[in-house]
């Protein structure tokens, strides 16, 4: 009752609100965020845009809506440099720098708006091993029956048919089911700092 399938232009309102949907360590983050849009923005459209050859997604057969997504990036020093000449900009222009408020006293969306302006390089000892990196997320409609390895078999695929050598991954910390899945998936932690694990497998 799924496909699995390339993901299309047509999708992206569907990813944004599979990544708003998944969004607080694999559970629904539509409270937390007073726009809707804006993680969407930092963990999702990016690589529809930029790379969109490895992004696929899960369609329900019947009702043609989409219920999850795989989306890599082959290299990812690469795919940074692309997004800051060509993705950042536009969205700085609409969502400031909350620079001028504390830390912790900013809002989930001044958090991801700080990223939007400061977003972090993957660092190179796990970019050696590991250039390629993912995300992916399933609607909990569709989780627990195989699908999600049925997506990240699909990308690694396509991975290794690129030439990629490894891949990397990063998880927040309290979300230990997708740790789980990952680990059973063959891939190993490589770091881990406070709030966030980063995994990685060689291809
Ligand atoms: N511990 C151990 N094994 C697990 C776990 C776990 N927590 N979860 C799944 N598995 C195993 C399954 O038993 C199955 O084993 P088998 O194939 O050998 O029989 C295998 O992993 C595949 O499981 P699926 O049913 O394909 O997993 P699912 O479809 O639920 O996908 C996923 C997993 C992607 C974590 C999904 O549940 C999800 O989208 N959750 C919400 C969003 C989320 O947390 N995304 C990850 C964010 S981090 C990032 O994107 C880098």
């Known amino acids: ?6 993901a299309r232009d047509t999708d992206r309102a569907a990813l944004y609100r599979i990544c708003l949907e998944t969004g607080a360590s694999g559970e629904d983050a539509t ?14 459209g990016p690589y529809l845009t930029h790379a969109p050859q490895f992004a696929f997604v899960l369609e329900h057969q019947d ?15 690469a795919f940074e440099t692309t ?14 720098d909350p620079l001028d408020v504390p830390r912790a006293d900013r809002t989930p969306d001044q958090r991801i708006a700080h990223l939007i302006h400061h977003p972090p390089r993957a660092p ?34 396509a991975l290794r048919a ?8 990063g998880v927040g910390e309290s979300n230990v089911r997708a740790q789980g899945f990952y680990r059973h998936l063959g ?12 995994f990685g497998l060689p291809l």
């Open 31 to 44: 409270h937390l965020y007073a726009d809707p849009l804006i993680l969407g923005h930092v963990y999702a």
């Open 124 to 157: 190179q000892d796990i970019l050696d091993p590991y250039p390629a990196h993912l995300h992916i997320d399933l609607l909990p409609g569709a989780q627990g029956g195989g699908r999600g390895r049925a997506l990240m078999t699909t990308l690694l695929d």
């Open 83 to 96: 997004l800051e000449r060509e993705w950042w900009p536009a969205l700085r222009g609409v969502y400031p």
């Open 63 to 77: 009702s043609g809506d989409v219920m999850g997504y795989v989306l890599g990036a082959p290299d990812t020093a």
């Open 187 to 198: 891939f190993q932690e490589v770091r881990r700092a406070p709030g966030a694990v980063t």
């Open 162 to 169: 690129a030439g990629v050598p490894g891949v990397h991954l």
């Open 1 to 6: 009752m799924f496909t699995l399938r390339p």
